[in-house]
């Protein structure tokens, strides 16, 4: 069955660096696109990168552009989500999330669990 | 950029049926999906395509779109319907996977 693994959440000071991973088993990973979406405590989702499934495309959403980069390991089969310059607005919990085709241009069919990001002052 | 606005909330009572409004800028030329969250949980896709069922999601859960609006129609509704519900489009105009804020459906 498809699984997506989160790890690399924590609590980080405002300005340095943190990277996601996701690991992901259950399906072929390099024939997939993957998303990073989160959700701010008691907030709706926000979308925040998809890659293509041989990342070759990658979009971000404005707020997180020339900060976070999103990346793709089809020989590991784990999603990374690079995030510098973090700001006090990052806290969230980061969804790492599949798309059903091999792009990012349709439904999100499977998510994993979630790992949750706090930015402090 | 695209924006899909939903209201806040709906209550239902039990047996009758809810309607989930999704509104965007000539909505029905896209493809409209829908997620189900419950507290503590991952959201999970309920409507794909605007109307489509992945499988083992129960019939009572439907989706139309047309002109400016979407929906999400629940039929019979029970206490386990009471979640979160967020529309989402893909925005080709902007490269970007847009949500709706978010429907609160409280089952009375």
């Known amino acids: 069955q498809v699984q997506l693994v989160e790890s690399g959440g924590g609590v980080v000071q405002s300005g340095r660096s943190l990277r996601l991973s996701c690991a992901a088993s259950?399906?072929?990973?390099?024939?997939?696109?993957m998303h990073w979406v989160r959700q701010a405590p008691g907030k709706g989702l926000e979308w925040v990168a998809v890659i293509w499934n041989d990342g070759g495309k990658k979009y971000y959403t404005d707020s997180v552009k020339g900060r976070f980069t999103i990346s793709k390991d089809n020989s590991k089969n784990t999603l990374s989500l690079q995030m510098n310059s973090l700001r006090i607005e990052d806290t969230a919990v980061y969804y790492c999330?599949?798309?059903?085709?091999?792009?990012?241009?349709?439904?999100?069919?499977?998510w994993g669990q979630g790992t949750p990001v706090t930015v402090s002052s | 950029s695209y924006v899909l606005t939903q209201p806040p909330s709906v209550s239902v009572a039990p047996g009758q049926t809810a309607r989930i409004a999704c509104g965007g800028n000539n909505i029905g030329s896209k493809s409209v999906h829908w997620y189900q969250q419950k507290p503590g949980q991952a959201p999970v896709l309920v409507v794909h395509?605007?109307?489509d069922r992945p499988s083992g999601i129960p019939e009572r859960f439907s989706g139309s779109n047309a002109g400016n609006m979407a929906t999400l129609t629940i039929s019979r509704v029970g206490a386990g319907d009471e979640a979160d519900y967020y529309c989402q489009v893909w925005d080709s105009t902007s490269d970007h996977v847009v949500f709706g804020g978010g429907t609160k459906v409280t089952v009375l």
């Open positions: 999330a599949r798309d059903r085709s091999i792009s990012g241009t349709y439904p999100i069919d499977y």
């Open positions: 259950g399906f072929i990973f390099s024939s997939y696109g």
């Open positions: 395509d605007d109307s």
